[in-house]
Structures are given as structure tokens and as C-alpha cells.
């Protein structure tokens, strides 16, 4: 079982960055994914999900900015982000979940500079 985030870079602030998250060894389809950073001394937070069904979710900070979207045949999540500021520079985690289980892939890292 694994989730491979790629994507991550350096860009200039009002740039736009996309991450994808590959995942292996799931049933991509049944489980819902979400996205997750965390940044230089502050606490993982989340930055949306989408569920099985295509339902998704943002938090305040990324909405009208972020996108997530999935691609079931290809066992992929992605994380389009627009308008890209100083404060979005974090790793970004990506992670699948299904009931009580939860896979983790590593992260990328996301710099935006000012």
C-alpha cells in the first residue's frame, strides 16, 4: 500500500502549483481522500477532501483558490492551486481513508515566495 504525492516546487506568489497523489495497493475508488499540510512550526491541518462519490470539501483558507479533484482509473487525487500566497508554503500530505484505516503517503514540499 502506498500514496506517492509529487508536485511540489517553488513558485512566486499568484503562481499556480498542481500536486498529484498516486496510490497503489487500494481500491482507490472506495476510499475517500483528502489533503492535508503542514507548515514550518505549526500543526498538520486539512485542506480538503473529496469523498468516494465526488463530494468535496475545503478549508476556509484555500476555498475559491484550491481545487481537488480525483481520477479513479488512474488511482489519483489532485490538488490544483491557484492564486498560490506566502502562507500556502507547507508540506503537503496526501492521505486515503476508509472507515477506521488511513494511509499516509510522504510529502511535498510547497514554497511560495513573496
Known amino acids: 500500500v502506498q500514496l506517492q504525492a509529487s508536485g511540489g516546487g517553488l513558485v512566486q506568489a499568484g503562481g499556480s502549483l498542481r500536486l498529484s497523489c498516486a496510490a497503489s495497493?487500494?481500491?482507490?475508488?472506495?476510499?475517500?481522500m483528502r489533503w492535508y499540510r503542514q507548515a514550518p512550526g505549526k500543526q498538520r491541518e486539512l485542506v480538503g477532501f473529496?469523498?468516494?462519490?465526488?463530494?468535496?470539501n475545503y478549508a476556509d483558507s484555500v476555498k475559491g483558490r484550491f481545487t481537488i479533484s480525483r481520477d479513479n482509473a488512474k488511482s489519483t487525487m489532485f490538488l490544483q492551486m491557484n492564486s498560490l500566497k506566502p502562507e500556502d508554503t507547507a508540506v503537503y500530505y496526501c492521505?486515503?481513508?476508509?472507515?477506521?484505516?488511513?494511509?499516509w503517503g510522504q510529502g511535498t514540499l510547497v514554497t511560495v515566495s513573496s
Open positions: 495497493g487500494i481500491i482507490f475508488s472506495s476510499y475517500s
Open positions: 492521505s486515503a481513508v476508509l472507515s477506521t484505516r488511513s494511509v
Open positions: 473529496i469523498t468516494p462519490l465526488g463530494s468535496i
